[in-house]
């Protein structure tokens, strides 16, 4: 069973029928007890930072969560759901993540300049499609090559501490992570359930991976 986590945040019928359409048996809940019984969770997140926080520990879900992912069970975040991963937010403010992986969520800057034309600014929020450059393989990889097109929204980008944890990267003025992996722990900036074939296909990867 796959669990999409429902915390009142998140395009999350989206993700379920993308999960379905993957091969995945899927659920929404924002049960506690629902997720302590799932095989595979999946956090998508769309909104801001500290908003999503607040709702998990509200929903006291927290614990759920980091249960499951010290289990080794398969884990999936997307988006804000990634970002929820690394020890800080700054989005208006400075608010705790879950503290996962190591680094924080910064704003993207007002000042990049267009590479494509340098009199103007490249556009916060990065919305649109943008290429993903793998840096090591991962079974989340599978079927997907170098170069692929991602569906992104989001003005904030993670910043890692620790390399090691970036699974992919994506330029938009600057390189930032577009996925990270850490054990049996998978995170998107981009959208999976919006991202045609290849994200059906990161999403297959998920539904099948025993880590």
Not at 88 to 111: C, D, K, M, W, Y
Not at 121 to 135: A, D, E, V
Not at 144 to 158: K, L
Request: negative net charge.
């Amino acid at each position: 069973m796959i669990t999409v986590i429902d915390y009142g945040s998140g395009n999350l019928r989206s993700v379920a029928k993308a999960l379905e359409a993957a091969g995945g048996r899927v659920s929404v809940s924002g049960r506690p007890e629902d997720l302590q019984q799932a095989d595979h969770l999946v956090l998508p997140g769309v909104g801001a930072f500290a908003d999503c926080r607040r709702n998990l520990e509200s929903a006291d879900l927290i614990p759920p969560i980091l249960d499951h992912i010290q289990a080794g069970k398969p884990f999936l975040g997307i988006c804000v759901g990634m970002q929820l991963l690394y020890a800080e937010g700054h989005e208006f403010g400075i608010h705790p993540g879950l503290a996962l992986l190591p680094g924080q969520v910064v704003r993207f800057s007002n000042t990049m300049p267009d590479p494509h034309d340098p009199t103007q600014r490249l556009k916060i929020p990065h919305m649109g499609w943008n290429r993903i450059h793998p840096t090591r393989p991962h079974p989340l990889w599978h079927g997907i090559p170098d170069a692929t097109h991602c569906y992104f929204v989001h003005s904030y980008h993670g910043q890692s501490d620790n390399p090691e944890t970036v699974a992919a990267w994506c330029d938009h003025g600057i390189r930032f992570p577009a996925a990270v992996a850490k054990d049996n722990l998978f995170g998107t900036q981009f959208h999976p359930e919006k991202s045609q074939e290849a994200g059906l296909r990161l999403l297959k990867n998920f539904v099948e991976w025993r880590p």
